[in-house]
């Protein structure tokens, strides 16, 4: 059994190295490295710079009911005011659409934004998130679950994308960058519902959409892959779908709970200091008994059980 396991957790340590840590590209440009501190600042200041003079189409969401084919994209431009909006999704503001000759004056990004700060790597760095719709569903999702979403990403300044995801897919936000993680983290909603359209696909209502500002440390930093510029800082804007709270060790506790220290960095976590973190150990305490075993009263969550009363739950301890 004690052979079973080793062999257990060999696999699972093997899955949760590729699941945690993205690839990088094969050819290597080479740069000075630079001080994370010290480029934190620079991002900073660029970042505040460009919120200061950016807005959004915050006109169109406002007017979302009355634009036909709306499909609630955050455009991010230098336009502080604008004329009007494309009620009838011609592509042109004419005397055929609603309002076609109302100005109106948008708000700053900088003074709509929402700041979140995330210490990493020692350094405390700001994100800037732009919460457009909070989104109406029940669910949040946290920094490592599954989440259904469509995604556009492109470097500060330019308007290419690097990546984008028109139609919504599944991304494991444990293995993305942690700037765009903690921008959905408790932080956006799902949808309130999905309507089945026949080919596949669902057509989702009130689903949280967003923005979020990321300085390089939170990125790629120094090593991006080779689309992206070393140092770059990012912006994603995103729609938030679906949900699914994960279990990648399958041992019955949900993966955000073997976080214990709180860090939302899973590899710090390791209670039987056997280098395998608790987030890929099915026995997280090295006893003779799996997690998933552990559930003593059978209700499904092995976290609420502590036979000797001792205040730690039996899958962290190992003489329960």
């Not at 440009?29 to 994370?36: A, G």
């Not at 993305?176 to 080919?199: V, W, Y």
Request: include cysteine; charge should be negative.
């Amino acid at each position: 059994m004690n052979m079973m396991n080793r062999i257990s957790k060999n696999i699972l340590l093997i899955v949760a190295l590729i699941s945690l840590f993205s690839c990088k590209k094969d050819d290597v440009e080479y740069f000075d490295l630079v001080d994370i501190a010290d480029q934190a600042e620079v991002d900073d200041e660029l970042l505040i710079e460009f919120l200061s003079t950016h807005y959004y189409n915050e006109e169109e969401f406002a007017n979302a009911n009355n634009i036909s084919g709306f499909n609630y994209d955050i455009k991010i431009s230098e336009d502080a005011e604008v004329t009007g909006y494309d009620s009838n999704g011609d592509g042109e503001i004419d005397s055929n659409d609603i309002d076609n000759t109302t100005l109106y004056t948008r708000q700053r990004l900088i003074d709509i934004i929402e700041t979140k700060s995330i210490l990493d790597n020692d350094v405390a760095q700001n994100l800037y998130i732009l919460r457009v719709r909070n989104g109406e569903g029940l669910e949040q999702p946290k920094f490592c679950d599954s989440t259904f979403l469509s995604y556009k990403g492109v470097e500060l300044n330019d308007s290419i994308p690097f990546d984008e995801q028109i139609h919504p897919v599944w991304l494991d936000l444990s293995t993305s960058i942690k700037g765009f993680s903690e921008s959905i983290s408790d932080n956006f909603k799902t949808a309130s519902s999905s309507t089945p359209n026949g080919d596949g696909t669902n057509t989702f209502t009130d689903y949280g959409v967003g923005a979020v500002f990321i300085p390089s440390g939170l990125g790629y930093f120094a090593d991006p892959p080779v689309s992206i510029t070393p140092y770059a800082s990012l912006v994603f804007t995103f729609k938030v779908m679906n949900m699914i709270v994960t279990d990648h060790d399958q041992d019955g506790v949900p993966t955000y709970l073997e976080d214990l220290d709180g860090d939302h960095n899973l590899a710090t976590d390791d209670t039987d200091n056997d280098l395998i973190p608790n987030a890929a150990d099915n026995n997280d305490d090295n006893d003779p008994i799996l997690t998933i075993n552990e559930d003593i009263d059978g209700d499904g969550d092995p976290t609420n059980d502590d036979t000797d009363g001792d205040g730690v739950p039996n899958y962290l301890d190992s003489d329960s």
